[in-house]
């Protein structure tokens, strides 16, 4: 299994960037997905969300209200919608991939697969 993201960036407070996450390689199982960022000097956290139909999210405290987390129709592509970012979002974002297909939550050791990562960069 293979997780590639996309969509990083440079923006600017209060702007907005949409990440992708493809996942290759095991196309038979129901994967949730999750997404987590790691700030320079921070240890790595949840950021959000789904199950493998993409029925249901979760997602930390922090974004609640500016990141929406989705799936695409073929359940392999999951995106972070991510509106209204301020400097403090600045991080490289993960994206990784649950076998158990209803656990989307907050423990990285959950997570079965991880992807390299992506830069954003929220300027003020």
């Known amino acids: 299994v293979e997780l590639i993201e996309s969509g990083g960036g440079l923006v600017q407070a209060g702007g907005s960037l949409r990440l992708s996450c493809v996942l290759s390689?095991?196309?038979?199982?129901?994967?949730?997905m999750g997404w987590f960022r790691q700030g320079p000097g921070k240890e790595r956290e949840f950021v959000a969300g789904?199950?493998?139909?993409?029925?249901?999210?979760e997602y930390a405290d922090s974004v609640k209200g500016r990141f929406a987390v989705s799936r695409g129709s073929g359940k392999s592509t999951v995106y972070l919608q991510m509106n209204s970012l301020k400097p403090e979002d600045t991080a490289v974002y993960f994206c990784?991939?649950?076998?158990?297909?209803?656990?989307?939550?907050?423990?990285?050791?959950?997570?079965?697969?991880w992807g390299q990562g992506t830069q954003v960069t929220v300027s003020s």
């Open positions: 390689g095991d196309m038979f199982r129901g994967y949730a």
């Open positions: 990784a991939a649950s076998a158990d297909g209803n656990y989307f939550g907050m423990n990285p050791a959950e997570y079965d697969y």
């Open positions: 789904v199950n493998w139909i993409g029925a249901t999210t």
